[in-house]
């Protein structure tokens, strides 16, 4: 098994810059409750912490997160910004898309998939006030993992970047990527969010298609026109009206 490193993962050496820290671990619960214990210490922000194994990976919406040890990526990056906690999914779900590949798009709202079939997710965490946050951003890719590795009822929707391209991948070579590339948006969202959007749409097979969503208990169906900045996805819906969905209460039923 390759094992994950932190010389092999860093970026940089500028203190606050994404992966300029890197703490590589057996072991833990969840990578976001390693970096979640130090979001009073700025001294550590911009820290990576990765993890060979999660004992209770975490999703969105209450779901788990499984990955058996040595398989995936399994990253949070403990940030302190001023930006809007849904552009920032958005951020990390293209950084991930663009370090996986050229075959990787992104579905909104913080799922990257190759050939419709998932391969990495985004859980962003933190506490935000009126013009700065801390947040962390969780980031689980699914990397060397043979069909059998991945849970049964999940095989059907979700896939590996092994799985995807028949290519093993080089785990340590992924994250330095993944971070570099955080970065990277990072950088364009704080002062360009336009460009952050356009990415996005450019990996999304979603715009144009009839979408169903489930949204705080209500279902919703109509076209996907876009992706704003501050309100997240927007649909035409059958109804005429426009409306705009956020993403921490919204899950979509079907694509059409
Ligand atoms: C989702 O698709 O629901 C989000 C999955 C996020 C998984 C990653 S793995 C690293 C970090 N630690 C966790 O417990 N969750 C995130």
Redo the contacts with the bound molecule.
């Keep these: 098994m390759d094992k994950l490193t932190a010389q092999e993962i860093r970026t940089c050496l500028n203190p606050g810059q994404i992966g300029w820290q890197v703490r590589v671990f057996d072991k833990v619960t969840?990578?976001?409750?390693i970096a979640g214990l130090y979001t009073d210490d700025p001294g550590l922000y911009g820290t990576a912490f990765l993890a060979e194994y999660?004992t209770?990976?975490?999703?969105?919406?209450g779901?788990t997160?499984t990955?058996p040890p040595g398989k995936g990526l399994?990253?949070?990056v403990l940030l302190n910004l001023k930006i809007p906690p849904n552009l920032l999914s958005t951020v990390a779900a293209v950084a991930a898309a663009e370090a996986i590949g050229p075959l990787a798009m992104v579905k909104w709202p913080?799922?990257v998939v190759i050939s419709d079939k998932?391969v990495a997710?985004?859980?962003v965490e933190g506490k935000a006030s009126a013009n700065c946050g801390t947040f962390v951003i969780?980031?689980?890719i699914n990397c060397n993992q043979q069909s059998h590795q991945i849970t049964p009822d999940l095989r059907p929707t979700t896939t590996s970047i092994q799985l995807a391209t028949g290519k093993a991948v080089d785990r340590n070579l992924l994250a330095k990527r993944m971070l570099l590339s955080l970065q990277h948006w990072l950088d364009v969202a704080s002062t360009d969010p336009q460009q952050v959007l356009s990415a996005w749409t450019s990996r999304s097979g979603q715009l144009g298609r009839r979408l169903d969503i489930r949204y705080k208990g209500l279902r919703y169906s109509g076209t996907c026109i876009g992706l704003d900045a501050q309100q997240g996805l927007v649909l035409h819906l059958d109804s005429g009206l426009v409306r705009f969905f956020e993403s921490g209460h919204s899950h979509i039923l079907a694509a059409l």
């Design positions: 969840s990578t976001n409750d999660q209770a990976g975490r999703g969105r919406q779901r997160w990955c399994l990253c949070s913080n799922d998932k997710g985004i859980l969780g980031i689980g």
